[in-house]
Each structure stands twice: as C-alpha cells, then as structure tokens.
C-alpha cells in the first residue's frame, strides 16, 4: 500500500500527479494533482488510497467524493486535454502539457512535484518521476483517483449521444465492443485520429 514515506524524506510540501487515459482510443486525458496540508493526523480514509486500478469502482467513487471536500487537502487540481491537443502534439506529449497545467496551477515556489511514471513534465530539480509512484506514494495515489473518476465520469456522458461505443463500461479502450462499433459505425469527433487503429479507418 502507498504511504506518505516519499513525502516526508523531502522536508517541503510535496504534490502528487497522475494521469489517466494515455491508452483509450477515444476521450480526452486528464491529469490531477493533489497536495496534502500534512502527513500527521490524517482521516482514516486516506490511507485507503492506491492505485486507482487497484480500487473498486465503488471505493474509487467514495475516495473521490472524499478528495474533493476533505479538511487533509491542501489544494487539488484536474486538468483535461482535449483529442484535437491529442491528435496535435501526440499522446505522450499532451500528457506532458497536461502535467505541466496542472503544476502550474498547483506550486507555488517551494514544493517537490512527484509524478508517475518514468518522465518529468518540466525539467527541474524539484521534480522527481516515480516509476510506479501510485502504488508508492498517496499523494500520487490520490491524484490517480481523482483522475481515473473525472475521466471516466467524461467518458459515460459522451456515451449518450454516442450510445454505440460502450464508453460509459470501456472508457474508449480499444475493446471488442469498441472496435466492432467502429466498424458499424465509424468513427466520432471524440476518437484520436493520430492513433494508428483510427487513423486506419479515417482513411
């Protein structure tokens, strides 16, 4: 289970990002970040947190209701890059801007930024990737569920008025149910056409 042991070994605020959604073929990918007030005397639920795919939907849901009106939380942020980004500037790179976003949004001058993965958005030496770092760190863990939420919460709005890709059970991974909806019906403004299996029917 993650901890707060990477926070504390910094001796500064520290602000956790993830993503969620670099693999769908459709939808925007969002990234949160979060910042707890402290790592002492915390509420009960927060050591709950993980990587969101470790969670249930129904724990996912609860933790983010949670992260969003909770006394232990400093400040959050979430942030969406849209398929036209997506489709501009690549998936990894777009992920790296919505990173950056949310950063920006977040840090004032002093903190440490720990980010899953094996990349830095921003190349400075307060920013520390961790390979992993939702299944390490809560504060990751909790940007992680914040994220994957948000998104799939997109996902199943954009799915009633397009009712025949699965969105709201898939989140616009390349499924059966997706690809064979893609070959009934084509694709949508919402798919990334950079995306070689799109781009192979956008053709």
Known sequence: MPTFNLERSHNRPVIGIDEAGRGPWAGPVVVAGVMFKSYNNLSDWVFQLNDSKKLSHKKRAELFLKLQDAKDI??????????????????????????????????????????????????????????????????????????????????????????????????GYGTAHHQLALATHGITEHHRKSFAPIRALSV
């Open 74 to 171: 400093l400040s959050y942020h979430i942030e969406t890059i849209d398929v036209p980004t997506i489709d501009q500037l690549n998936i990894l790179e777009a992920t790296m801007e919505g990173m950056r976003r949310c950063i920006q949004m977040l840090r004032t001058n002093e903190e440490s930024v720990l980010v899953d993965g094996n990349r830095k958005p921003v190349q400075t030496p307060w920013c520390y990737p961790i390979i992993k770092g939702d299944s390490i760190s809560l504060s990751i863990a909790a940007a992680s569920v914040l994220a994957k939420v948000y998104r799939d919460d997109l996902m199943t709005k954009l799915s009633i008025d397009h009712p025949h890709y699965g969105w709201e059970t898939n989140a």
